[in-house]
């Protein structure tokens, strides 16, 4: 197959409009400014051929790749997320492409401080003669998830330009809202119309995962006592004291993203907002294992009582809110579309890296609305930080297996 690669070109265009999404905010999208991007998105499928494209009021942008095969083949979707994440700022994105990679740190112009230091980013290792793309050390980049959307793009244009190529309808879904937790929550699955999706939100060169964490978050809020502080001996109860120490009452050694890896879950504070009446706390609990989640969050809670008790006339609340579950349970029962993946990422001459995911993809919740969803690599890497980085050969590698993947549901159908 030969493939005239549009994903670095678009992949550029996009990283430079601002679609960072609000964990506060309740409508949805949780900013309008994510239209921005799925506009375009409909622009350029439209432009391309594809004549369904379209945008929905909630910012959700739905088209198809038709089939033109005479096989009956199951639907399949192609899934990325158009917003990049709360915790850096996704404002004018300077994109920088590293040429020909030769190996050692990378240091980002804006700020020196900030370095991409292969010892600590051991993907970049495998890299040498790659061109790396990073932003100027200001913002995060965007590769999570605008390279998985430039390489489904991208899979549309080669499509539209090689009508030999056998294959059955593939569904194309952008999403709003995944990097907060509600990515797949306003997907109309019976307008999506597909049997079986991946997302294309992954990391490393052929790397697939079928397995997610379970995820809750978890609000406390602290009543306190106030008074004022000239008179307040044996009075004031301080809501941001007693939020303190229950941060400081959790192990130190285990339980945090920074002490747990592989399949270990954790319990991590996440945001505090603290003053001496009120303190609330959102804690965002993790684990491969739906039983230790409830676990973990029984532990907090006894946690917080303990300390609670040093706040006799203070109260608390304690709210669970279910984010996502382990799609493995539903993927399992579908043998055929991770043997599909696999198969599409070895005749792309990768090697499969199978796993889990340490987080969660919007797969994780189409899976259990009845869509089978595990995730495909789009070569992004260091998510959510200014030292975020993408291999412009990897994401040509995600677009060629792509590709591959929609023949070979053609092939075995």
């Known amino acids: 197959m030969e493939y005239d690669f549009t994903a670095l070109d678009r992949f550029l265009r996009y990283v430079q409009i601002d679609t960072q999404s609000d964990p506060h905010a309740e409508t949805t999208p949780s900013t309008e400014k994510q239209k921005d991007l799925?506009?375009?998105l409909v622009k350029e499928l439209l432009a391309i051929g594809i004549v369904d494209a379209e945008m929905d009021e909630h910012g959700y942008v739905y088209a198809t790749i038709p089939a033109n095969t005479e096989k009956q083949v199951p639907v399949i979707c192609f899934c990325s997320h158009v917003d990049t994440s709360?915790?850096?700022?996704?404002?004018?994105?300077?994109?920088?492409?590293?040429?020909?990679?030769?190996?050692?740190?990378i240091t980002l112009p804006a700020?020196?401080?900030?370095?991409?230091?292969?010892?600590?980013?051991?993907?970049?290792?495998?890299?040498?003669?790659?061109?790396i793309i990073t932003a100027d050390g200001t913002t995060l980049l965007g590769a999570d998830n605008k390279a998985g959307v430039a390489a489904i793009m991208d899979v549309a244009h080669y499509f539209s330009k090689h009508p030999e190529v056998k294959h059955g309808a593939?569904?194309?879904?952008?999403?709003?809202?995944?990097e907060i937790g509600r990515g797949a929550d306003k997907v109309d699955v019976k307008k999506l119309g597909a049997e079986f999706g991946y997302t294309v939100d992954g990391e490393a060169l052929g790397s697939f995962e079928d397995e997610t964490f379970s995820a809750d978050m978890v609000n406390i809020t602290i009543e306190g006592v106030n008074f004022h502080p000239g008179f307040a001996k044996g009075k004031l109860e301080s809501a941001l004291k007693a939020a303190s120490e229950l941060i400081a009452a959790l192990p130190k050694d285990t339980w945090s993203p920074e002490t747990t890896d592989g399949r270990e879950g954790f319990v991590h504070p996440y945001e505090m907002k603290a003053g001496i009446e009120k303190a609330e706390l959102t804690f965002i609990i993790r684990s491969f294992e739906d039983a230790v989640l409830s676990e973990y969050e029984r532990q907090l809670e006894t946690t917080l009582i303990d300390v609670m008790r040093r706040f006799p006339?203070?109260?608390?609340?304690?709210?669970?809110?279910?984010q996502y579950r382990n799609m493995k349970n539903v993927v399992n029962a579908c043998p055929q579309v991770s043997e599909y993946a696999i198969a599409a990422i070895e005749r792309s001459g990768l090697e499969p890296?199978?796993?889990?995911?340490?987080?969660?993809?919007?797969?994780?919740?189409?899976?259990?609305?009845?869509l089978p969803c595990p995730n495909i690599f789009a070569g992004e890497h260091s998510f959510h930080s200014k030292m975020e980085w993408a291999s412009v050969?990897?994401?040509?590698?995600?677009?060629?297996?792509?590709?591959?993947?929609?023949?070979?549901?053609?092939?075995?159908?």
């Not at 700020?111 to 061109?131: M, Q, R, T, Y």
């Not at 006339?313 to 279910?322: A, I, L, N």
Request: aromatic share 6%.
């Open 38 to 40: 799925s506009r375009l």
């Open 86 to 105: 709360p915790e850096s700022s996704g404002a004018n994105v300077k994109p920088i492409i590293h040429k020909n990679y030769q190996g050692g740190t």
């Open 111 to 131: 700020d020196p401080n900030i370095k991409i230091d292969p010892e600590a980013h051991p993907e970049l290792k495998k890299k040498i003669g790659n061109d």
């Open 170 to 178: 593939i569904r194309i879904l952008f999403t709003p809202d995944e």
């Open 313 to 322: 006339k203070s109260t608390y609340s304690f709210e669970v809110k279910e």
């Open 353 to 370: 890296i199978t796993g889990s995911i340490r987080g969660g993809t919007d797969g994780s919740k189409l899976s259990f609305m009845g």
């Open 393 to 413: 050969q990897d994401m040509q590698k995600a677009v060629e297996t792509l590709v591959n993947l929609a023949c070979i549901w053609e092939e075995r159908s």
